[in-house]
Structures are given as structure tokens and as C-alpha cells.
């Protein structure tokens, strides 16, 4: 059963403005995993806003949006081997999908030089 589906679409220039302006912001909003991910690649900008596009869409599937003391670092998309994107929870966001027993999470992601979006489905059974 569907719990929650989620979806954020941004500017790519956004994110990197905001990143790249405010000292410590990137650390704020992304885990050490992601900010070596998205540094190693040609356009770290398109996957960082890859990212907190996830992470946004992340806070509307489950319902109560940014609250709760949650932090965007809470949120962290991993990949796989083929790069294939997942969605971990940590702390108050992994407390969330404890409490609203979520069991599945999906989450995809897109971005051209402009922009990028990602969407998040939250399941139960």
C-alpha cells in the first residue's frame, strides 16, 4: 500500500549558488558519502541537485514535510554498483519510516544542465 509519493523538480544553478555561498551549507545538507559522490563526477552540480531534489521530495512522501527536527543530512541517496539510486534514513527520518511503518522506499532521479527532479514512494504493507 502507498503511503506517500513525493516529487521535487529545481534549478541546477540554485543549488549550486546556495552550496558554493554559504560556507558549511553543503556539509548541512549532505552526507560525507554524497559530497564525495557528487565531487567526483564532471558536473558535481546536476547530482548534487539531483539530491536535494530527493531529499524534498523525501519530506513530502512522508507527510509532514520538513519538521519534526528532521535534517536533510537525515536523508541520503546511495547508489549502486550500476548506479542505481537508493534512499537510506538516519536518525528522525529513519524514527518517521519506523513510526509510519514504511517497509519499501523507491526513489528516482533525473537532471540535464538545468535542472533536476526525483521522485519518492513510500510503501507499507
Known amino acids: 500500500m502507498i503511503h506517500g509519493i513525493g516529487i521535487d523538480h529545481i534549478e541546477v544553478e540554485r543549488v ?9 551549507l553543503r556539509e548541512q545538507l549532505f552526507t560525507p558519502r554524497e559530497i564525495e559522490y557528487c ?14 531534489a530527493a531529499k524534498e521530495a523525501f519530506f513530502k512522501a512522508i507527510g509532514t514535510g520538513w519538521r519534526n527536527g ?5 536523508v541520503e541517496i ?3 554498483d550500476l548506479g542505481r539510486p537508493d534512499l537510506v534514513v538516519h536518525g528522525r527520518a529513519g524514527k518517521a519510516i519506523e513510526e509510519n511503518k514504511i ?10 544542465k538545468d535542472f533536476a527532479s526525483a521522485i ?6
Open 16 to 24: 549550486n549558488a546556495r552550496i558554493n555561498d554559504n560556507e558549511g
Open 39 to 52: 565531487e567526483s563526477k564532471k558536473f558535481a552540480a546536476q547530482h548534487y541537485a539531483a539530491r536535494f
Open 70 to 74: 528532521m535534517a536533510f543530512d537525515e
Open 78 to 80: 546511495t547508489n549502486d
Open 103 to 112: 517497509t519499501n522506499i523507491q526513489v528516482s532521479l533525473s537532471h540535464t
Open 120 to 125: 519518492v514512494t513510500l510503501e507499507k504493507t
